[in-house]
Each structure stands twice: as C-alpha cells, then as structure tokens.
C-alpha cells in the first residue's frame, strides 16, 4: 500500500494525516529517523519553521530526510514546511542573526510571513495550475516564494507572489490545503507518492 509520513514533532500535523487517512491512504507520523523507512512520501506541515528547525537537529532529521529526496521519494511542504525546503529563507529573525536553516532542497528564496502578520490571515479563491476551480486557500502568516530556478513550476501565484511551486517530486504551498475541507492538492500529492513508488520498485 502507498505509505505518507508527516512530520509530526510541531504545527498542523493531525489535519494532514487525517486528509490522507480519508483518501485511503496509509499515514504514519514521523518523528525519528527511523519512522521515514518504507514511506513513499513525506508531508512536512505549518507551524513555526524556527521551532520546527531546531526540532529537526534534535532529533537528527535533517540528513535523513535529505536522503529520503535523494532516493526519489516524494515531499511536500505546507507554509512553515515549505519554508524548511526552500534553498534560501529570508526574514528570519533578528536572534537568528536573520539566517535560518533549510533543508534547501527546493531551488527557491522563500521570504516568510510575506503578506503581512497573524491578523492578516486570509482565505482566497486560488487558481491553481491543473485544478479546474479555483482552490479555497488557507494563508495563515504564510510566506511566498521568489526567483524559482529552472526545475521550478509556479503553480499557483496570489498578489503577484509565488505561493504554490513543484520541482520533481517536491511539492511545496505557503498555504494551509489541509484546512480547506478540499482534498484535490492531497490527491495531487498522492499521485507524486505513486509515481515514486512505481519508479522504486
Ligand atoms: N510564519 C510561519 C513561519 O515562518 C509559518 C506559518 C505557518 O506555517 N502557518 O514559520
């Protein structure tokens, strides 16, 4: 059966595996390095990318989740988890001497919280390359993603800025699909986990 992890240390988790249990898939929650064996995707979910990232170094998950892109297995970053693929983050902050570890996977800069703070949440109507309606699009401090390198398509674009890119098997949304009640970005997300399991098997 197709298996999808999702990082389960911080943030949205729970919606996410929810969504995928209803889609019939098998949902694992992942905290340690060993729970990414067998898994044919990888879901990391929104929160807060700085606490997420220090939890990644305790719990030694950067490496092996790098590994897990290198053996063609599918990962798909939501907000914060789109934040932690991106090869290059702006607006850390100041603590942080305003750099942030990525797993910098995904040939982007993501600059965080870039329509504005928590008050300015929004839902929106999204087009999305290869959906036929539009996508009911949960931004909750969500970032954008700019200079997207040649492997990047943009999916999806809101106020003039990137918010949805695929490149191969990374998927990535500065968006919360898992909160919309709409399973059509889930969907696409398995068929990048049985096209992974088709070609490693
Ligand atoms: N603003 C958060 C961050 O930079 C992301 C918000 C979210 O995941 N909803 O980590």
Not at 156 to 179: C, K, N, S, Y
Request: with cysteine.
């Amino acid at each position: 059966p197709l298996r999808i992890g999702v990082l389960a240390l911080q943030g949205a988790f729970r919606e996410h595996c929810r969504l995928l249990d209803s889609l019939g898939a098998a949902v694992r929650e992942v905290r340690l390095p060993a729970d990414l064996a067998g898994l044919n995707g990888l879901i990391l979910p929104g929160g807060e990318s700085t606490t997420m990232a220090r939890l990644l170094s305790e719990y030694a998950l950067w490496e092996p989740i790098r590994d897990f892109h290198t053996s063609g297995r599918a990962i798909w970053g939501t907000c914060a988890g789109a934040i932690l693929l991106a090869r290059e983050v702006q607006g850390a902050p100041p603590q942080f001497g305003g750099r942030q570890q990525s797993l910098g996977l995904l040939d982007t800069t993501v600059q965080r919280n870039a329509f504005g703070r928590q008050i300015n949440s929004f839902a929106a109507p999204l087009t999305v390359q290869g959906l036929d309606l539009p996508f009911p699009a949960v931004f909750i401090r969500a970032p954008a993603f700019s200079g997207a390198g040649a492997d990047v398509t943009v999916l999806a674009e809101w106020d003039g800025q990137a918010v949805m890119l695929r490149q191969g098997r990374i998927l990535a949304t500065a968006f919360h699909p898992e909160l919309s009640g709409d399973a059509r970005i889930h969907k696409l997300f398995i068929e990048m986990a049985q096209e992974a399991q088709a070609a490693n098997t």
